[in-house]
């Protein structure tokens, strides 16, 4: 470590850090720490708190490591993001589910479907959202408004998508040609006759057409995320479509997503 001992200030002033704060020294209003020749620094001083300013954003604004030099924890004030522990993760990281199990034997062919969140075994033919290669933009309930209030998440919160994976596995030896989509809305939260009806539909992540052999195996696709942030106030949608009515299918599909 470099020592002062036997050195002029004039030789060492510039490596000093101060508080330049007029010789009054610390008070409860935050100071900026600077060196002798009058540049500032990131950090931010007071009596009773600390706080880190960068003069410009960083991926790595703030980092506490261990003494291997591994990130603990990471301020990226460059995407706003806070990370922690040895993999990095976003610190308010959640996931959200979507499944269903061999249960969608009422489908038609190429038809999109909404799929239940969580686990629910229950899907019918009017949880249809269009027969277009993408959903519909807009869906009216116009009846069994009961059959859809399990299968769309209301986001209380801004939120960014980071990565959505799903499964699917047929239950007959011939399969179909599948697809899937990730669907934001914008929902009508009235207690009126429109309450429940969703419109402004936009593509959050898709992937390929999967083409299934049948029943002897299981099918892992990771999607593209076409539009990763979605607004608190709207809804997301996972959808399922199948050209063929060759087999019923088991659904599990995960969204990884981080508040913001």
């Not at 490591?65 to 308010?92: E, F, P, R």
């Not at 040609?177 to 207690?191: C, F, G, L, P, Q």
């Not at 996972?238 to 995960?254: C, E, K, L, M």
Request: glycine letters at 8%; hydrophobic letters at 35%; proline letters at 1%.
């Amino acid at each position: 470590m470099a020592s002062f001992t036997g050195s002029a200030l004039k030789d060492v002033y510039k490596d000093i850090l101060h508080t330049s704060n007029s010789n009054t020294g610390l008070s409860t209003s935050l100071k900026t720490i600077t060196c002798g020749d009058g540049d500032g620094t990131a950090l931010q001083l007071s009596t009773n708190a600390l706080k880190v300013l960068p003069a410009a954003d960083s991926t790595s604004a703030l980092e506490i490591d261990d003494k291997d030099g591994n990130n603990l924890l990471t301020v990226d004030s460059t995407n706003n993001l806070v990370k922690l522990g040895i993999g990095q993760h976003t610190a308010n990281t959640q996931y959200l589910n979507f499944s269903v199990s061999s249960s969608v034997s009422t489908m038609s062919a190429n038809t999109h479907y909404v799929i239940p969140v969580g686990n629910n075994t229950y899907i019918t033919a009017v949880q249809d959202i269009g027969t277009g290669t993408n959903p519909d933009a807009s869906k009216t309930l116009a009846t069994y408004s009961d059959r859809f209030v399990g299968h769309f998440f209301y986001l209380m919160d801004n939120i960014t998508i980071d990565r959505v994976t799903w499964w699917v596995g047929a239950d007959e030896a011939t399969g179909d040609t599948v697809r899937a989509h990730v669907m934001s809305y914008d929902i009508e939260t009235t207690s009126g006759a429109t309450s429940g009806d969703l419109s402004n539909g936009a593509v959050c992540a898709d992937g390929g057409d999967i083409t299934s052999a049948g029943y002897e195996q299981n099918y892992y696709q990771q999607m593209t995320i076409q539009s990763a942030d979605v607004n608190a106030g709207k809804v997301l949608v996972f959808a399922f479509r199948q050209d063929g009515v060759n087999s019923d299918y088991s659904i599990h599909a995960t969204i990884k997503y981080h508040l913001r």
